[in-house]
């Protein structure tokens, strides 16, 4: 039981700082268009490019920590909302993928 709240807890606490995160993400790279009128204005939009593709890499971890909490809550506890939490868990890996594809298309 301590091992199932544990789970759920961890899988809660992850979720909750992921989908904060992705929804921050989407907004910032929605926010850019391409009309760039100066050298200094191209290069501040680069940098805060690469800045937010190198922290969209780096919580391809944090996706798939949240994945394996989601799949152990489903493991260890038969009465958990297995179906909801998938579903969940697989709209995270949609938005994740399509805010990778979004950079890619910039």
């Given at each position: 039981q301590d091992a199932?709240?544990?789970h759920w807890s961890s899988y809660q606490d992850s979720l909750t700082q992921l989908v904060s995160w992705l929804e921050a993400?989407?907004?910032s790279t929605?926010?850019?268009q391409v009309n760039w009128l100066s050298i200094q204005e191209t290069r501040s939009r680069l940098l805060k490019y690469k800045t937010t593709l190198q922290d969209i890499v780096s919580h391809k971890r944090f996706i798939e920590?949240?994945?394996e909490r989601g799949a152990a809550v489903i493991?260890?506890?038969p009465i958990a909302p297995a179906?909801?939490?998938q579903e969940t868990i697989e709209?995270?890996?949609e938005r994740y993928g399509t805010l990778q594809e979004s950079?890619?298309?910039t």
């Open positions: 199932q709240l544990q993400m989407e907004a929605q926010q850019e920590a949240v994945n493991n260890s506890n179906e909801e939490i709209n995270i890996n950079m890619k298309k």
